[in-house]
């Protein structure tokens, strides 16, 4: 099990932590991840259509599952590095799902979108929303793509209404050309809590909680969460 996320109170300093840079200076912070030497721009590697899930068919049902029990009602819902896809329970009703993602032609697909951006945060990490226009935002196995996570972080914040959570799902899969070198070295634990260092250092979010959601562990792909709510 992923334990609770602790959040680090450090003082003024540079230090590596799991192979970031992190430099803190009060509330403020510079993470700079060490990054993989991607093999082509996003633009390219996702100009064709992934029209599949990315993790099994367990995982994919523990995730609605969770969505099932901790989504509030008539939610205005926020799709972070949308697809085809965005795992919510079919009788959900949510007040408006946006969708953000890469692919156009993956959001077109997507039934449960009502409105589609189509937008690379690894180029611009600024979310076309106004202020508090949110109430959750999700972001489903695509956390570990985000080469500007602290920026993207903060903007997550800021679109969300105050008592709003941000939940980040991921799993142990992933495109190894295009993830950030700290995640492929290392472990599940440790990306809960590289997860929960890019909400506190981010700004703006309550602590972060990371929670194991893995319905068979060890034999199905695994599944982890970590939330965190706006402030």
Not at 132 to 140: E, L, Q
Not at 141 to 158: C, G, H, N, W
Not at 166 to 178: I, Q, Y
Not at 202 to 211: R, T
Request: charge should be negative; glycine fraction near 6%.
């Amino acid at each position: 099990m992923v334990p609770p996320f602790v959040s680090l109170c450090l003082p003024h300093t540079f230090f590596f932590f799991f192979g970031c840079l992190l430099c803190t200076a009060g509330n403020n912070a510079c993470l700079m991840p060490l990054l993989w030497a991607v093999q082509s721009r996003d633009t390219v590697f996702y100009d064709t259509p992934r029209l599949v899930y990315h993790i099994d068919e367990f995982a994919v049902g523990a995730l609605t599952s969770y969505y099932a029990r901790t989504l509030p009602p008539k939610a205005d819902v926020l799709d972070l590095c949308s697809s085809w896809v965005s795992h919510l329970p079919d009788d959900y009703e949510a007040g408006s799902v946006t969708g953000l993602g890469m692919v156009t032609a993956e959001l077109d697909k997507n039934p449960r979108l009502t409105t589609r951006v189509t937008q690379d945060l690894n180029e611009n990490p600024s979310l076309p929303f106004e202020d508090a226009s949110f109430d959750v935002i999700t972001n489903v196995v695509s956390v570990d793509y985000l080469t500007q996570p602290l920026a993207i972080f903060k903007e997550m914040a800021r679109v969300l209404r105050p008592g709003g959570s941000a939940v980040m799902s991921f799993s142990n899969r992933c495109f190894p050309s295009k993830a950030i070198d700290i995640w492929l070295r290392t472990s599940d634990m440790e990306h809960a809590f590289i997860v929960g260092c890019y909400f506190h250092y981010a700004g703006g979010f309550g602590p972060p909680q990371a929670q194991d959601i893995s319905p068979n562990p060890g034999i199905t792909d695994p599944m982890f969460i970590v939330r965190a709510m706006k402030r």
